[in-house]
């Protein structure tokens, strides 16, 4: 990119109205798509919509190899948004990027019954946080973007019949358990979505979640 | 990773107390340091300390070749944060992830005030939201995760003395015009803390600042 163009661009953004700023958010996805469109040929529009998303949103292309998204994914996830039912997040974070659904979007990671079950219990609070939403009867979509354990001990709950799950979105990060967390959630007939190996995070959950709102 | 060695580490993860939380986290800094030594050895303590928590939270190590640190920013950032003064993010999934600090974290995204000076002066609402902190006089660490407009809001409002700042984390990430805004600030005298290219995003902003507010 010359110079000029640099200036043109900064030039462009200063001035960027909401209007502008949806231009803006065009433009990138256009760059997205011709980035990845030989990753994406075997996905269905809805599933390449999503890991265009997550692309747009990490700016790293590499997550069009990482990403996996099982068969009954896309179906089991949407009919989970259009009948109004929950979403549960491992952290705080993943649930302030989550702006646009019309139900409830909940986190228990620091619910008082975490704090307790997270001593009683010797856990972890991010896996802790899962029991409680067990508790509380959550049946919907969960969205770990962070912890391991989270994951872990939400795959330990189902398996138990314990926690309703209609979908799980399962990008935890990290060197240490998240590429193994992942590998287990892909093992199992669970809907879902994972990235392979350490990368993954919050923006790729928030990508994948949103991208699915959007849809209904 | 042999098979065995992956049930073990999901044995001891599903397990995995507080204090177990904790070891894991010294077992990826350590992964971490050895994957990104030779790319580090430049910097002070501070700041290799900063780019291990980026690439430990991303688990993404090209993020030690990416980040660029100019050479007041962890002097300037450290007095600022002792000094009790604010945080002002860009978005709130950046405020979300700040959990530890004792002083405010500011975002005015959803400000009654933004949304009126986005229509008034036809800008985006992140570099709106920009403007209003600097109305509400604003002084300490700006912290850009998202938004390129934010960025170069932030730049013009300081162009301007219209804003006080102590240091600025500018990572916004995306195809359009992020790139731009960092060099503009890589530029600037600011005291700042960038990441070359595309990639950027609220983790990446999440564990710098956090990771300055556990130096102090």
């Known amino acids: ?9 900064i030039n462009m953004l200063m001035g960027a109205s909401t209007k502008q700023g949806n231009d803006i958010a065009i433009k990138s996805r256009k ?15 809805e599933e390449r919509s999503i ?35 929950d979403i549960l997040t491992d952290i705080n974070m993943v649930k302030a990027g989550i702006n646009s659904y019309n139900g409830n979007v909940k986190c228990y990671i620091n619910h ?31 969205v770990i973007g962070n912890s391991p354990t989270a994951l872990l001990e939400v795959l330990n709950l189902y398996k138990n019949n314990k926690i309703k799950i209609q979908s799980v979105i399962g990008v935890p990060v990290g060197f240490v358990g998240a590429e ?13 979505l994972i990235t392979q190996g350490p990368k993954g995070g919050t923006p790729v959950a928030v990508a994948a979640i949103n991208s699915l709102i959007n849809l209904i």
């Open 1 to 9: 990119m010359s110079k000029i163009t640099n200036y043109s661009l």
């Open 31 to 45: 760059i997205v798509k011709a980035l990845i469109k030989d990753k994406t040929q075997h996905l269905t529009p």
């Open 51 to 85: 890991v265009e998303r997550i692309v747009h949103s990490t700016a790293d292309p590499e997550y069009a190899d990482l990403t996996k998204i099982s068969g009954e994914f896309v179906k089991k996830s949407l009919e989970s948004l259009k009948n109004g039912k």
């Open 112 to 142: 008082e019954k975490t704090l307790k079950l997270t001593k009683k219990n010797n856990i972890t609070r991010a896996a802790a946080a899962m029991q409680v939403a067990a508790v509380e009867e959550f049946d919907g979509i969960v």
């Open 180 to 192: 193994e967390s992942k590998e287990a959630l892909h093992k199992t007939e669970i809907p879902h």
